[in-house]
């Protein structure tokens, strides 16, 4: 068997059966504190998979599976978009003990179910809580491999507010996915909260982040915070799971000295999906995007060349695209992030969050739009679900207005909208559940964005800042909704998209996300990365983010070029540079599933422009690399929207017999693009070389710039190291592929390589 029991359960222990023995439940009612309960799936070659399991200890009891606890937020998680989360536990409210009281085996093979109690040693009757746990809905892969299983843990109400799962997860097993993360490749002995946030300033990345969070109520954030993280894991053991409640949950993956993972969910019941996986993650990856839903393929003028974010007005405009015409720079689009105009505070100029053209930033947009048209170049947007309620203007007609006045916002106790704040910024969050609300934000975006402005696609940003003391008009609490928000948002605006009879031709890119979330959405960016190279804020985190993402069904992303948030503090000064652009734009060539820039944060001097002398003809061979790819990656997108596959791959979706690619320093440095090309982009400021390490069972690969043969690395101390300049980024394909061989054939005729 795969996974072998730390302690065997006695040899009265039931097995109870699903679907002619795939799934086995076993439960051993002998030992005294609380029951071994054991959830295995059975492969089609014989081997046994653990799903879920009672830890035993060296004595041979088992730890309870389930318990539950009372806690209490101390202070309201939403602080400028920023989620921060203080609570305090009743720890001496949570139980230690289980029982199993009865087991209902009358719908097998379909389900069974065991009822209990969860209690404190020594004190059941009033104080135990009763549960019910079924385990039912086996499927296998519409693929023919790897199996799941669902499970509803039901705990009566009334007693706690927190219920745990204390599980098994042996000291060397290898955990992966979580949704987007940007940090952390391998979670195992890591403590995971799954709330949506902003991602922070930082992350890690000192001074900026300790100033920040210090300073600017948590904006620094952590290794963990996330736009995107979910309630999902996939391990090396061949097993995967997910919940599918919406409630935040803390999964500590370093539990019981590194042997066990307890899993903490702010709710009842639990409802979740156990996945058990044969030969390649990738069973893992179709299965859970068939309840995530699928990503379908982008517009096919999004693959052909570069996507130009700028701002400023006409003539700033203008100028900067003319120099990346005359460059050569391949153009789709053009993303004007302030088509509505700007904000003017204490904290910059911002985006005005009323959603429509202003006349004011651009009074000859019409003329603007139909000259980038005539050169093929199509107009982008941008819009999020907020209002803000203090206009420049003042708020006379202003959508906020209009949005407050016929209840669109969410609200809070007093049943008046729901007041935040983003720095200057105070504003009313759209609730996506008043199907009034939904219809007017559909309407902005059809006639406002489309009609009026002709954009042929927009970012569609936030979505993290529902309050947990929210008022929903569904009646939803803001505890419950918080997570789901994003999914609900991106569903609006895809609906409205199909509405205008556009969904073929528009691309909208979205940021937050949660379970169903890949269904809803036309591409993912990555979010707001500092203009470094690290991997807590910076360029490697979004390789890491690609392939953690992929794995919950984020299978169509890309990131903002040259990164977006620039920042300059005492003692912390960031700024964009040349090399920085150049390597971002090299990596993202083969990386995004679009090619799309950012002036940053703060559109200043001192950082670095796609179209400045030093950088403009760089980036016109990346975005002509880019656009010779489009039809590979199109047909990567077929498959993503067939099998839920990203097109960024961690390199065990191909070779997971080989133990080094499950390495996490590995996989933070280099990916596969589909299954042909092997791609290591440079993360080191200076460097002008990289390791690189080939796949046993890869056979041969082919150098993209020089054509050199490089064979498998058997042994992974034994990396190679190969010649990086600026312009020459690690790129190697398949002996024998058809596409690498078309590309390095487009290579040698731009006169890009030996």
Request: aromatic share 12%; net charge negative; hydrophobic share 35%.
């Amino acid at each position: 068997a795969l996974f072998l029991l730390l302690v065997a359960p006695s040899t009265n222990a039931e097995t109870y059966q699903l679907q002619d023995g795939v799934i086995s439940v076993k439960i051993d009612l002998e030992t005294t504190t609380s029951p071994f309960v054991s959830i295995s799936a059975t492969t089609t070659t014989g081997d046994e998979v653990s799903l879920l399991e009672s830890l035993t200890t060296s004595s041979g009891a088992a730890l309870p599976l389930f318990s539950t606890a009372t806690s209490k937020v101390l202070k309201g998680p939403v602080d400028d978009t920023f989620y921060v989360l203080k609570e305090r536990t009743k720890w001496h409210s949570r139980t230690d003990s289980m029982s199993v009281n009865s087991i209902d085996d009358s719908n097998l093979p379909d389900s069974v179910s065991f009822s209990g109690e969860m209690f404190r040693d020594g004190s059941r009757g009033d104080t135990s809580v009763p549960y019910t746990m079924t385990i039912k809905g086996f499927q296998r892969n519409q693929f023919g491999k790897g199996a799941s299983v669902d499970f509803d843990l039901q705990v009566e109400d009334g007693h706690a507010n927190r219920v745990y799962i204390t599980a098994s997860s042996p000291a060397d097993e290898k955990v992966f996915g979580h949704g987007v993360q940007y940090t952390s490749v391998n979670h195992k002995n890591k403590r995971i909260p799954v709330f949506i946030s902003e991602q922070g300033i930082g992350r890690g990345l000192q001074p900026i982040t300790g100033a920040l969070n210090a300073f600017a109520g948590g904006a620094g954030g952590n290794e963990f915070t996330s736009y995107g993280c979910k309630a999902q894991f996939m391990t090396d053991t061949r097993r995967g799971g997910m919940l599918f409640n919406s409630e935040g949950s803390v999964w500590d993956w370093g539990a019981e000295d590194g042997k066990a993972v307890e899993v903490e969910v702010f709710g009842y019941p639990v409802e979740g999906r156990l996945y058990a996986w044969e030969d390649s993650p990738r069973e893992y990856v179709e299965m859970i995007t068939e309840h995530t839903g699928r990503m379908s393929p982008l517009p096919e003028w999004t693959q052909e060349g570069a996507i130009i974010g700028l701002e400023g007005g006409s003539e700033i405009v203008e100028s900067s695209m003319d120099k990346l015409v005359e460059a050569g720079v391949q153009m789709v689009g053009l993303w004007l992030q302030d088509w509505s105009g700007l904000h003017h505070a204490y904290d910059g100029d911002r985006l005005l969050w009323d959603w429509k053209l202003s006349e004011e930033q651009y009074p000859d947009w019409t003329d603007l739009r139909a000259r980038m048209e005539s050169m093929g170049i199509n107009m982008m947007t941008y819009i999020n679900p907020y209002f803000a309620s203090n206009l420049d203007n003042g708020e006379e007609n202003s959508q906020f207005a209009e949005g407050d006045a016929n209840g669109y916002f969410i609200k809070n106790s007093n049943n008046e909208t729901y007041v935040m704040k983003s720095a200057s910024i105070r504003f009313g969050c759209l609730d996506v559940t008043n199907p009034g609300a939904v219809e007017w934000m559909k309407g902005i975006i059809k006639e406002r964005m489309i009609n009026e402005a002709g954009s042929m696609g927009w970012m569609s940003d936030f979505g993290e800042a529902v309050p947990y003391d929210g008022v929903m008009y569904s009646g939803v609490s803001g505890a419950d909704h918080h997570n789901e928000y994003p999914e609900m948002w991106q569903a609006l605006n895809r609906d409205a998209v199909r509405e205008a009879g556009m969904d073929d031709d528009i691309a909208f890119f979205s940021r937050s996300a949660w379970n169903k979330s890949p269904g809803n959405a036309r591409v993912f960016w990555l979010g707001d990365q500092l203009v470094t190279f690290d991997d807590k804020d910076g360029l490697q985190t979004t390789v890491i983010a690609q392939q953690s993402g992929g794995l919950s069904g984020h299978s169509i992303a890309h990131s903002d070029i040259g990164g977006y948030t620039v920042a300059d503090y005492p003692l912390a000064h960031y700024h964009r540079s040349p090399e920085l652009l150049m390597r971002w734009s090299e990596c993202e060539a083969f990386s995004g599933s679009m090619f799309r820039t950012h002036v940053g944060s703060s559109f200043e001097e001192e950082d670095s422009q796609a179209w400045e002398d030093d950088v403009v003809g760089h980036f016109a061979i990346f975005s002509k690399a880019f656009a010779f790819l489009k039809e590979y990656r199109l047909e990567l997108m077929k498959e993503a929207e067939e099998k839920g596959l990203p097109l960024v791959r961690s390199m065990f979706y191909q070779f997971p017999n080989d133990r080094a690619v499950w390495d996490e320093n590995l996989m933070k440095e280099q990916f596969m693009l589909g299954d042909d090309f092997l791609v290591a982009p440079v993360f080191q400021e200076g460097a002008t070389e990289k390791n690189v390490y080939f796949p046993v069972g890869g056979g041969q690969w082919i150098g993209l710039w020089d054509g050199s043969v490089w064979n498998e690395t058997v042994d992974y101390a034994g990396v190679d190291t190969v010649e990086a300049p600026i312009g020459r980024p690690p790129v190697f394909y398949k002996e024998g592929s058809k596409w690498g061989a078309k590309m390095r054939e487009w290579v040698v005729e731009q006169g890009l390589g030996a």
